[in-house]
């Protein structure tokens, strides 16, 4: 199923592993859904519940961007604004580039980008696994982003926000434009939990 308002919020389930990946064409016509690769052929995927945005609109691809000589096109920074959302409310800017303060562990992601005609946001942990969540888009004049963690963070982990593409490796506008992967270093307060006691197996009694 596909929809094809200006504007619109929407949110997507992972459903026997599958990853639904929501095809929006903005102002165009023919829109279509795509699903990305399953689980059995990626182990990461397994928990991925992000939303994934590959439309139509402007273009299709880096090769509407290709140089005038012909080249591929030029590779360029994303304009990325990105605000941790406490569970009160409170939002307060997180640095692309920089190091940021400790986050708790209820807290939501807010992204704000130029609008895009195909990119992807993920959270993973740091054993490198997708963080399971339940997101929202939105697309206007900009694109906009909410990542809500399903379950609140673990205390005292580390964890990385990833923006690329879904059809191809890096993010593109709907002018073609590619821009490189943003990876985002964050980390939660306080300790990390001890592990699970290891499960003690049983002496089996030898038989007489």
């Known amino acids: 199923m596909a929809w094809c308002p200006a504007m619109w919020t929407f949110g997507k389930l992972r459903i026997g592993g599958l990853a639904l990946a929501i095809s929006v064409c903005g102002l165009a016509a023919g829109c279509r859904s795509r699903s990305s690769e399953s689980a059995d052929s990626n182990p990461s995927l397994a928990a991925d519940v992000g939303v994934a945005l590959a439309t139509g609109v402007g273009g299709s691809g880096t090769d509407d961007a290709a140089s005038a000589d012909g080249g591929p096109a ?3 920074e994303l304009g990325l604004e990105v605000r941790a959302v406490a569970a009160d409310g409170t939002r307060r800017p997180i640095s ?3 190091p940021n303060e400790l986050l708790q562990p209820e807290t939501q992601f807010e992204l704000e980008m130029p609008r895009m005609a195909d990119v992807r946001v993920r959270l993973f942990d740091e054993s490198d696994r997708i963080v399971p969540s339940n997101d929202r888009l939105e697309i206007g004049s900009k694109t906009r982003y909410l990542l ?4 609140p963070l673990t205390t005292g982990s580390k964890y990385t926000l990833v923006v690329d593409g879904l059809a191809s490796e890096l993010a593109t506008d709907v002018a073609g434009v590619p821009y490189a992967i943003v990876r985002i270093p964050l980390k939660t307060v306080g300790e990390k939990p001890p592990p699970p006691p290891k499960r003690s197996r049983g002496k089996r009694k030898k038989g007489r």
């Open 96 to 98: 692309v580039d920089a």
């Open 74 to 76: 030029e590779v360029r």
């Open 148 to 151: 809500v963690p399903a379950a």
